[in-house]
């Protein structure tokens, strides 16, 4: 089954400045999906951006980019110009492309624990 | 606005109870799923539906129950079977069941057991 790690669960910048958050996953799967997920106070969660494993440009949205290493399983989140509204938690996610009948299957996001960003003035 | 509906915000069962969540959504799309978030944890899957009438076990299942009967609804029961509710569900839907797609949230229910 895959796993995503993310390694910090708490992170701070500066208004303005950028910050970098962390996801590792593991997969055997050479085809699949990667999302980051905003979860601000108000608890509903929210698509930052999305990245698929066979395109090698690395997403961006406006603020928001990606560091999309595939042969490392690494899929980093950068904001940069970082605003109060950027703070919450960010969850970063997997999908598969093939049906699993819920165990590993495309049926599912596989999220990592969160990492809980703050925004100080 | 097209979106998805949790109802109610927040929810409390006695021991021995079971209660239902209702998630409603008017954005047509055919896949629906329920999630539970506990805390400092991501999200796990409970149960998923693809199309009407149809629906899947996720990963932690046990003491839920889910009905599909119409494409817009998909409102899952908590049953005293299940031996530690207390969380925050969150409802979700995709336009198909296409890995691809942007899977979207309604805002979320909070169930406490008293």
């Known amino acids: 089954a895959q796993t995503v790690t993310q390694s910090q669960p708490e992170m701070s910048v500066q208004e303005a400045e950028t910050v970098t958050l962390s996801c590792t996953y593991d997969?055997?799967?050479?085809?699949?999906?990667l999302f980051w997920y905003k979860q601000p106070p108000s608890r509903q969660m929210i698509l930052v951006i999305r990245?698929?494993?066979?395109?090698?440009q690395n997403a961006t949205e406006n603020r928001f980019s990606v560091n999309f290493q595939k042969a490392a399983k690494s899929f980093s989140l950068k904001i940069s110009d970082s605003q109060l509204g950027d703070a919450a938690m960010y969850f970063c996610?997997?999908?598969?492309?093939?049906?699993?009948?819920?165990?590993?299957?495309?049926?599912?996001?596989?999220f990592g624990k969160g990492t809980k960003l703050t925004v100080n003035p | 606005d097209g979106g998805i509906t949790q109802s109610p915000k927040y929810l409390f069962r006695k021991e021995g109870q079971n209660v239902t969540l209702s998630c409603e959504q008017n954005?047509?799309?055919?896949?629906m799923y329920w999630y539970r978030q506990d805390p400092g944890q991501g999200l796990r899957l409970i149960y998923y539906?693809?199309?009407?009438?149809?629906?899947q076990k996720g990963d932690i299942a046990e003491g839920y129950s889910v009905s599909r009967e119409k494409k817009e609804s998909f409102p899952l029961t908590v049953t005293s079977a299940q031996k530690n509710p207390t969380a925050f569900y969150l409802c979700?839907?995709?336009?198909?069941?296409?890995?691809?797609?942007?899977?979207?949230f309604g805002e979320g229910s909070w169930l406490t057991v008293v």
């Open positions: 539906s693809q199309i009407v009438n149809d629906f």
């Open positions: 990245q698929e494993a066979y395109k090698q």
């Open positions: 954005l047509n799309h055919d896949a």
């Open positions: 997969t055997s799967e050479s085809d699949y999906y």
């Open positions: 979700a839907s995709s336009i198909d069941r296409w890995p691809g797609n942007t899977i979207y």
């Open positions: 996610a997997y999908r598969s492309p093939h049906s699993g009948k819920g165990q590993g299957g495309s049926e599912k996001l596989v």
